[in-house]
């Protein structure tokens, strides 16, 4: 059980996931699931993240719901503001949309669509001026892990954006580590070596911030329910980002409900 006084956050990626039918059929589920079985606010934090295009819709069943489920962008535009930029979609518009939340660094982003520092910085710098929480995501590649160099990747990840935030934004940022190698792939990083950087995360956060101790540390990489509770038991452990499994209703519930009674 972790002593931590942070809500923990569980959120589902979807991705580029489901069909429409598909996602309103799974958050009937979720909903039932939780009307049998309460998860209260002050437990957990849930969210979840759907395509662009559907997450003013998937807002408006989630807020039928009697508890708040976040809805979540899973990009923002570099660009702020509104112009002539084709397909793109900026802070302002998502808050305009009532979108209060944003992933930023997926390594999917990162790796497939060019997301770098520079591009990462400017999305999270439009994000925090327009009022949006971000959820930052950090996580070292296989490679950079068996050269050992994990832990200054992941913390330089950190430090990337320590200049772009400003002090009182600290409150908006929650941080995802996602080990690549973990995501998508079965392989979960062990709880201990999950802790383990988790801790060194917190700490360098708290060499950042008066703030860092209040941060939400999530763990993502292959979360299920199978191994939810022991990663929840892990105190710096402070939520899941959960790809695969956000796409099941009950596995989905049995992470949130494992880190909502790990509190
Ligand atoms: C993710 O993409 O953020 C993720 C953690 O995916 P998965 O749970 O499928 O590994």
């Known amino acids: ?44 934090h849930i969210g979840v993240s759907p395509v662009s295009i559907a997450l003013t819709n998937i807002q408006a ?43 930023i660094g997926h390594s999917e982003r990162r790796e497939l ?18 009022g949006l929480t971000v959820i930052y995501c950090v996580g070292e590649s296989l490679e950079q892990r068996e050269q050992g160099a994990a832990e200054q990747v992941v913390l330089q990840q950190i430090c990337d954006i320590a200049a772009i935030v400003k002090p009182d934004q600290w409150q908006h940022i929650v941080v995802a580590y996602e080990p690549i190698w973990a995501i998508g792939t079965g392989k979960t990083a062990s709880p201990a070596d999950a802790q383990m950087m988790h801790a060194k995360i917190r700490e360098g956060l708290k060499q950042i911030t008066p703030f860092g101790t209040n941060i939400a ?18 105190p710096d452990i402070n939520g899941a980002l959960v790809g695969g499994a956000s796409l099941n209703a009950q596995s989905f519930f ?9 509190k």
């Open 1 to 44: 059980m972790s002593n931590s006084t942070i809500t923990p956050w569980v959120v589902g990626n979807w991705k580029m996931n489901p069909m429409h039918a598909d996602a309103l059929k799974l958050i009937e589920e979720f909903k039932l699931l939780l009307q049998q079985e309460p998860i209260s606010q002050a437990a957990c």
């Open 61 to 103: 069943h989630l807020a039928e719901f009697n508890r708040t489920i976040y809805t979540v962008a899973q990009d923002v535009s570099k660009i702020a503001g509104t112009g002539a930029y084709t397909g793109e979609v900026s802070a302002e518009l998502l808050k305009d949309s009532q979108i209060e939340f944003v992933l």
């Open 113 to 130: 669509f060019g997301d770098n520092v520079e591009i990462i910085k400017a999305k999270l710098n439009n994000a925090l001026n327009a």
């Open 217 to 234: 540390i999530l763990y993502g990489g292959s979360v299920k329910a199978e191994n939810a509770v022991e990663l929840a038991a892990c």
């Open 254 to 262: 049995q992470i949130a409900k494992a880190f909502a009674q790990s």
